[in-house]
Every structure is written in C-alpha cells, then in structure tokens.
C-alpha cells in the first residue's frame, strides 16, 4: 500500500475511532452518573464493562493510526497497516457484541414489578337481630291501689313508657283488656309495653290474652315475656333479674296466677324491690305493701327505670 493511500486510510480511520471513541466516553459518563438498581444495575455494569474493552481497543487502534501517519517512518508500512486493520476489527467486534447484547436484552420479558398487595377488607359480621319483647307489669287497678309498693311495676312501666317517649296507654280488648303502649312510627325498638287491669291475685288470664295477641304475627318461639313485679326483701328501688325457668313465685300472688295461666311458655322476670317492714306478721305485711307509697320511696322506684332499661337491652339482644 502505497504512502499517499496510507495517511488516507490513516486519516479516515483516526476520525472513525475518535468519533466512536467519544460516544462511549458519553455513555459511560452517563453510566456512571446513574443511579439503578436491581438487575438494571447489574446490565449497566455489564454495558461498562463492554465500554471498558471498547476503549482499550480504541486506544489501541489511535496508537496504531499516529504511528502510521508520523513522516519519517516508512519502512513498517505494511506492519502499522496489519495493526490498523486488526484493531479496526477488533473494535468492529467489539461493537457488535455490544448491539448484540442490546437486542438480547431487548427480547428478554420485562420482569413485572410486585405490586403492593390490595387490604384486606374486614371480615363480614352478621348483624344480630334485635329479640321482640312483651313487657308486662301486675299490680292492682284504679286509683285506689294506684302507687302503692305492691303495683310498683305499674309505676316503672308507666315511667318507662314515658322515659323512651311511646305512644300513651290504650286500653285493648285483644290484649285482655290491659293498657297498651307501643313505639312510635320513628322509634326501632321491638318493645310492647302492657298493663294488667285486672287484681293482683288472676292477672294471669290477662298476661295469657297479652301475650297471645302479640304472638300471632311473629314466628314460632320469637320474642320474648317479660313480668315486671315488686319483689319484698329486695332494697327498696334495686332491680332484679331473673331468666331461670320454673324458679319459685316466693309467696307472690301474681306470679303463681301467671304461671298458672300460661303453662310451658318461658317468660324473665324483672323484680322491683320494694323492702320489707320490721314485722312478719301476715296482717303487717299487707298493710305494707297495700300503702301508699312517699314521695322519696316513689323517687327511688321511678329511679330504677334506667336499670331496667340495661336489663331489657340484654334481653333484647338475646
């Protein structure tokens, strides 16, 4: 090859390898400045490293190039033409394997990133439903017995009917004639309030007639009787609850009545403890309990009502 045709080539290869020399200088800067992770990083590291062996060949091939084009040295043409042509391929090479590794990596799938996993949604709870009650007090009718300790559960019924704001009483004949309040239309309380207008001693025959009526449009064993009593050796105003059934009337009129009346329907029993006087003598007992009761032994009866009212959510809840 002749003089002129070497610094020709020379000349054409030199700015071919600055040019390609200058390009992966930029990108391994860029390499460099980056900050990946993961796999991304590990193929950034394997990129420089290709630019590594690119730059070394290029650096090869520009010794290669000046050596060919200093002047005074014309006797090792052909060898600086076998070194340029080896390093032009050599580079050549290089930046095949180089695409080749794009295109690879090109054609892999992209591995999907984790998603974060969505939240749970909380459990489903079934919302129990809330027991219907009948609630039923006994006492002795009219104005004469009217607030005495022995129609105390008339007296926290009636209290308790105007504590939860139900319609007034009513008198019903279905209901065996016994005064009836119910919720109003805004209310969502279950609650039938009733009130026996009969004497202490056959209020049973009543409560059965209550208690049928209420029945008919509710399921077999739905709901729930409640008595509402006074309850002598009880502190005056406490509040007793009682669901065990068959358990003893202690004496009490009016439960014997109503359990001789109903038969095998269960019913709770809610006492109103009304004390007890000094004296067991039957006579002094019923003077006891017939009597009216003062304004302060009414303040504690009519006090009960709130504790009554935590004994029928109980109830009612099931």
């Known amino acids: 090859m002749s003089a002129v045709s070497n610094i020709h080539l020379t000349t054409t290869s030199h700015s071919f390898l600055t040019a390609k020399m200058g390009k992966l200088r930029a990108k391994r800067r860029a390499a460099e400045r980056a900050h990946l992770d993961g796999q991304a990083f590990e193929d950034e590291r394997a990129t420089t490293s290709e630019i590594d062996t690119s730059a070394s060949t290029i650096s090869v091939a520009e010794r290669s190039a000046t050596s060919i084009t200093e002047p005074n040295d014309h006797s090792n043409n052909t060898t600086d033409d076998e070194t340029l042509a080896v390093s032009v391929e050599a580079l050549a090479i290089a930046d095949s394997a180089q695409q080749s590794k794009k295109t690879d990596k090109k054609s892999q799938p992209a591995v999907p990133r ?73 209310s969502d309380a279950d609650w039938t309030l009733w009130q026996s207008t009969s004497l202490m001693n056959v209020s049973g025959k009543g409560v059965k007639a209550a208690h049928n009526t209420w029945s008919q449009d509710k399921p077999a064993g739905e709901g729930r009787l409640v008595i509402v009593h006074d309850e002598m050796e009880k ?84």
């Open 235 to 318: 502190p005056l105003g406490a509040v007793n609850l009682n669901v065990r059934q068959g358990a003893s009337a202690k004496g009490h009129n009016g439960l014997k009545s109503i359990m001789a009346s109903i038969g095998n329907v269960p019913f709770v029993r809610i006492g109103i403890g009304i004390g007890r006087p000094v004296s067991r003598e039957s006579k002094d007992v019923a003077n006891y309990v017939m009597r009216k009761m003062t304004p302060g032994e009414k303040a504690k009866i009519e006090g009960s009502v709130e504790e009554v009212i935590a004994k029928l959510k109980e109830l009612e809840s099931g």
């Open 114 to 186: 984790s998603l974060p996993s969505p939240p749970l949604s909380p459990p489903s709870m079934a919302v129990a439903r809330a027991v219907p009650l009948l609630i039923c007090s006994v006492g002795n009718p009219g104005s004469t017995y009217a607030n005495t300790l022995h129609s105390a559960g008339h007296t926290v019924l009636k209290k308790l009917s105007e504590r939860l704001e139900f319609q007034p009483y009513q008198k019903s004949r279905p209901h065996g004639s016994g005064l009836v309040s119910k919720p109003l239309a805004h």
